[in-house]
């Protein structure tokens, strides 16, 4: 199924606030319909393929064999193959829009590359932890950066090196990603950095209130923290308390962080000396909640949803399609969602992103594509 729409007829976009409008949707496309309400997905411009990248993670029974469902727009849906079974507790993700990778609670680690077919495979050292992820991979520095969970213990980052087989321990925190140059690493801290993984703060998913009613203790802050490598110097971002996402554009020079209780900023980093923050923006109040915040290719802008929450705060009832500019002098309304639920944004090229529907047709999702002009 196909359709198209011309927004500008419909009155799909238009500006929030800001400087005069530059960037309107002119056509809406579905690309994919009756597609699972539980499929996610990444998008790799080199072969037009939609996969199900399922960010959260995925437990899968000893007996059970694993595989990812790939949706190419043009043909139909198709499987990747599956990672070697048996598996224990296994999660998996798609990393830098190349890399598809699975860990097992027995200690193995699994890189398969999308673009050659090529597989790489390792044991951490810390086999049946309760949970094992793989955060990011260093293209450049043959690099992968997991962490391992125990419960009753702090989360532990570590820096696997493909090329020598060494592991090197980074820190106490929860993920981990490189900037594009693969010169700094983003990850986030507790304030107490020996808080045991189960009684820590989960940011964005319970309110302080919430936590210390529950727990009888004083939450815990948690901080982005920026550096360069084990034993190198680090800067601590303490003006963004309980963020609960990071992301770097795509030349490494800013950082985006999302908080849900405190707001979603833009940080400049300086990195040729010494580390330092060089500016700050504040660029959204967070009036409704944000989430799937992606740059634009050019790192000029930031494109994400806008979800609308029931009295509760708890469920979402509708979402937005906004886009503002880096430094906040331009919001500009993409797609009115209404009651539907946007999620996955995705930026093909710089006129183009891609997005899931929820709430079009009860019980599926689509892949909707909208084409951008920029004057």
């Known amino acids: 199924m196909v359709l198209s729409v011309l927004c500008i ?24 319909d009756d597609l699972p309400i539980t499929t996610r997905y990444f998008y790799r411009s080199d072969t037009n393929i939609l996969l199900d990248a ?12 694993n595989a990812v469902v790939a949706g190419y727009i043009d043909k139909g849906l198709k499987k990747l ?4 079974g048996p598996i224990q507790k296994f999660s998996e993700k798609i990393l830098r829009s190349r890399y598809h990778v699975a860990a097992s609670q027995d200690g193995r680690v699994f890189i398969r590359d999308l673009q050659t077919g090529g597989m790489n495979t390792f044991r951490v050292k810390e086999t049946n932890a309760d949970e ?43 993920g981990m990603s490189w900037d594009h140059s693969g010169s700094l690493i983003e990850y986030k801290q507790i304030s107490d950095g020996n808080i045991p993984s189960g009684e820590r703060l989960d940011a964005g998913k319970i309110s302080i209130a919430e936590y ?18 084990p034993g190198s110097e680090k800067l601590v971002l303490t003006d963004f308390p309980r963020a609960s996402y990071a992301l770097w554009s795509p030349k490494g020079d800013y950082l985006y962080i999302s908080s849900r209780y405190h707001g979603d900023y833009v940080v400049e980093i300086e990195h040729k000396d010494t580390l330092r923050v060089a500016n700050t923006y504040k660029i959204l109040d967070n009036e409704m909640e944000v989430d799937y915040a992606v740059w634009s290719p050019d790192g000029q802008y930031l ?23 880096f430094d906040g002098s331009e919001h ?15 930026w093909l090229e710089p006129n183009t992103l891609i997005f899931s529907r929820l709430g079009y047709k009860a019980g599926s999702k689509e892949i909707v594509k909208l084409t951008l002009t920029l004057n």
């Not at 494109?303 to 500019?325: A, E, N």
């Not at 500009?332 to 995705?346: K, M």
């Open 303 to 325: 494109v994400y949803s806008m979800f609308k929450l029931d009295p509760t705060g708890h469920t979402y009832i509708g979402s937005d399609i906004d886009l503002i500019r």
């Open 212 to 229: 210390e009613q529950l727990t009888g203790k004083k939450a815990p802050e948690t901080y982005w923290v920026i550096t360069k490598g």
């Open 132 to 174: 094992i992820a793989i955060w990011d991979i260093n293209e450049q520095k043959g690099l992968v950066g997991y962490s391992t969970r125990f419960l009753g213990e702090a989360d532990k980052l570590y820096l696997y090196n493909t090329k020598t087989g060494e592991t090197q321990y980074l820190t106490n925190g929860l």
């Open 332 to 346: 500009i309304r993409l797609h009115e969602g209404g009651s539907l639920l946007y999620e996955d944004p995705v």
């Open 81 to 84: 193959p599956d990672f070697p």
């Open 9 to 32: 007829i419909t009155g799909c976009s238009g500006t929030v606030s800001g400087q005069q409008e530059s960037i309107k949707v002119i056509a809406e496309e579905v690309l994919l």
């Open 54 to 65: 399922r960010w959260a993670t995925r437990w899968v029974q000893e007996d059970q064999k």
